[in-house]
């Protein structure tokens, strides 16, 4: 089971690797669409990092509680416990 810290870890790696975000636009209250300039297509491509660094799968219902960073690190704490 991993902790808090090793999921926000693993996560902003993988958003700095494959949505080219810079670092210092990485904090917890960071508009998750804005700051990823996420389109249609990249929530695929987002979900799919989701699936392939954590091994849990994401779905339309839990975008929808996400706004924020710190949530989509807690949507992806909830499914990994």
Do not use: G, R
């Not at 949505?19 to 929530?43: M, R, W």
């Not at 849990?56 to 924020?68: G, H, S, Y």
């Amino acid at each position: 089971m991993m902790d808090k810290e090793e999921i926000i870890k693993k996560t902003n790696e993988f958003l700095i690797d494959e949505f080219e975000v810079d670092e210092e636009d990485i904090c917890p209250n960071a508009n998750l669409k804005e700051t990823l300039e996420l389109d249609s297509l990249d929530y695929v491509d987002l979900v799919v990092s989701v699936e392939s660094n954590f091994n849990v799968k994401l779905n339309a219902d839990d975008f929808a509680e996400i706004e924020t960073l710190q949530d989509f690190y807690d949507v992806i704490e909830k499914k990994l416990n």
